[in-house]
């Protein structure tokens, strides 16, 4: 969808990679996003899961402004992140990343952590940049003494607590949030999901939520979007997603979740031996290798940009709705 309410769109976006085979080999193109297209309403959350290598944190990345896309646009509030300048661009927005450890100067106090956004933008007196960071730090629940403590005083889930401060503290309409609370103990990882929620609701605000967690992207997304080898090969709604996944990949995906059945061991998704390399895109249907409903028309027919009941599928044989022996697939949270 698109349209004056969307607060982010990725029109057609592209990253090409140049890699070297060594002294005497050819370079090799490493296609990490491959025409990516979607339009996210304001106030609402994309979630992006995929593989690793399947080009989620990179596509992160482009729609922070922190790689050039190789060809498309990224618009942020209806501006192209290209024309902007890095000041108007973190007004907008911010990054919430996977590492509070190194996501954050060892050597700076919680209050320089958080104001330098503030400090940045250059026009802010420095009383009024105090007072911002003070509010922000009590909006994500730390208490004001926290302000002059540094990053190695505090507890992982207190970290990420200041990454998030720092993020919202220009008060930006999106945050992109690549894998916020892969590096955190489960405990900590509601809290933070909590958090995150929260804040959302009270700031109007609208997340690009990557993350490998199935579990973790049902929680918090209101939409999902499934990448593999750089494009999104299926999205939809959270509910209709996780209830009725059409694509073959989603179905592995959903399936692959562990249950806490003792004795069932690893669960065998039927994708093989095989790994995607974006180095080496086969053509046709790129999932096609590894997918257990392929046919002859797979290996040269590309269902790019196909929809099925509505909503992104690509695949050339998605069904308009699962049937229940096709999409049988353990749901995260409720095995």
Do not use: W
């Not at 029109?11 to 140049?18: A, E, H, L, N, Y």
């Not at 730090?137 to 607590?161: C, F, I, T, Y």
């Not at 990882?189 to 700031?203: D, F, M, S, T, Y």
């Not at 806490?260 to 790994?275: A, N, T």
Request: glycine share 8%; proline share 8%.
């Amino acid at each position: 969808m698109s349209g004056a309410n969307a607060a982010i769109e990725v029109r057609d976006v592209r990253r090409v990679f140049r890699q070297s085979s060594g002294m005497f080999g050819p370079e090799r193109q490493v296609r990490a996003v491959d025409g990516v297209s979607f339009s996210l309403p304001a106030g609402q959350v994309l979630g992006i899961v995929g593989e690793s290598g399947c080009g989620k944190s990179t596509l992160a990345r482009l729609i922070l402004g922190l790689l050039p896309v190789s060809a498309g646009e990224v618009l942020v509030d209806g501006q192209r992140l290209a024309d902007m300048d890095r000041r108007a661009r973190a007004r907008l927005i911010q990054p919430v990343f996977q590492d509070p450890f190194s996501s954050l100067n060892p050597r700076q106090t919680v209050q320089q952590i958080v104001g330098l956004p503030l400090a940045a933008q250059g026009d802010i007196p420095r009383a009024r940049q105090r007072e911002r960071v003070m509010e922000m730090l009590s909006r994500v629940g730390l208490s004001p003494e926290m302000a002059q403590r540094q990053p190695g005083q505090l507890s992982g889930g207190q970290r990420q607590r200041v990454a998030i401060a720092r993020a919202l503290v220009l008060r930006p309409r999106i945050v992109v949030c690549d894998e916020p609370t892969s590096a955190l103990d489960v405990s900590v990882q509601a809290q933070i999901l909590n958090l995150l929620a929260e804040l959302r609701h009270e700031l109007g605000l609208t997340y690009v939520f990557i993350s490998h967690n199935l579990a973790v992207v049902e929680h918090i997304a209101t939409e999902v979007a499934v990448m593999y080898l750089g494009r999104i090969v299926e999205q939809a709604e959270t509910d209709a997603l996780f209830r009725d996944p059409r694509h073959p990949y989603t179905r592995a995906l959903l399936a692959s979740v562990l249950t806490p059945e003792p004795g069932l061991g690893i669960p065998d998704v039927g994708l093989g031996e095989s790994y995607p390399d974006p180095a080496n895109i086969p053509p046709g249907c790129r999932f096609h290798p590894r997918c257990p409903m392929a046919a002859e028309r797979c290996n040269t027919e590309a269902p790019d940009g196909l929809r099925s009941g509505g909503r992104l599928v690509e695949c050339l044989f998605a069904p308009t709705s699962s049937s229940p022996d096709r999409s049988a697939a353990v749901r995260p949270g409720t095995a």
